[in-house]
């Protein structure tokens, strides 16, 4: 089974509009972490957000926040304000446990989002 | 501050040549370190991982090996590329378990 889903492979949003984008993982550990990246055409990987299977609130970081639903273990990444340069591709991805020195993480297959003038 | 540097940024390579891709490390000490390939279009697949000097380990089998010769040096290398080793590689360190990773500019590889 997929332990990262991203089932949009392609978004259109106008200009200065919000936009969610979404993300579910599958994992049996109780300790994980949640990550989103956006990766422009240069193909540089940014770090967005994280969000703790145990943090008690959704994580925000200036116009993203991600929308953690434990229990139906989705993580989606909210755009508030949209802006031309919000166009990538965007990655979700998991980390599963929390063994110092592990941080290997699990990358869903993105989603390509283009804001519209 | 902590930063990584991984090059070429491009390369294209026939079929059957060798391959190494360098990714070096500042600002940090025995860092974590991985390398990622990305195929066209899709997403991420982790190819190697290391906790140390020497210490490699392989998530998939493959083609390619890797190496950390140095503390802040990994490579990635081939004895004979194959056409499905084209893709975009990305090398990584661990910033920690909070703080995923801090990636490279990424070698496009085209094997022809």
């Known amino acids: 089974a997929q332990k990262i889903t991203q089932t949009q492979p392609g978004m259109f949003v106008q200009e200065k509009e919000a936009v969610t984008l979404d993300c579910t993982y599958d994992?049996?550990?109780?300790?994980?972490?949640l990550f989103w990246y956006k990766q422009p055409s240069s193909g540089e990987m940014i770090f967005l957000i994280y969000?703790?299977?145990?943090?008690?609130q959704n994580a925000t970081e200036g116009r993203y926040s991600l929308n953690f639903q434990k229990a139906r273990k989705s993580a989606n990444l909210v755009i508030s304000a949209s802006q031309l340069g919000d166009s990538a591709m965007y990655f979700c991805?998991?980390?599963?446990?929390?063994?110092?020195?592990?941080?290997?993480?699990?990358f869903g297959t993105g989603t390509r989002l283009t804001i519209i003038p | 501050s902590q930063t990584i540097h991984q090059w070429p940024a491009t390369l294209v390579q026939p079929v059957g040549s060798p391959l190494s891709l360098e990714c070096t490390v500042e600002?940090?000490?025995?860092?974590?370190l991985y390398w990622y390939r990305q195929a066209a279009g899709r997403g991420l697949q982790l190819l190697f991982y290391?906790?140390?000097?020497?210490?490699i380990s392989s998530e998939v089998p493959q083609n390619l090996s890797a190496s950390r010769p140095q503390d802040r040096q990994f490579i990635l290398s081939s004895k004979k590329l194959l056409l499905s080793d084209s893709g975009f590689y990305l090398c990584?360190?661990?910033?920690?378990?909070?703080?995923?990773?801090?990636f490279g500019s990424g070698t496009r590889l085209t094997v022809v």
């Open positions: 991805a998991m980390r599963e446990g929390r063994t110092a020195g592990n941080e290997k993480l699990t």
């Open positions: 994992t049996s550990d109780p300790s994980y972490g």
């Open positions: 969000q703790g299977s145990y943090d008690q």
């Open positions: 600002g940090t000490s025995n860092p974590n």
């Open positions: 290391s906790i140390g000097i020497d210490q």
């Open positions: 990584a360190f661990g910033q920690g378990v909070n703080y995923g990773y801090t």
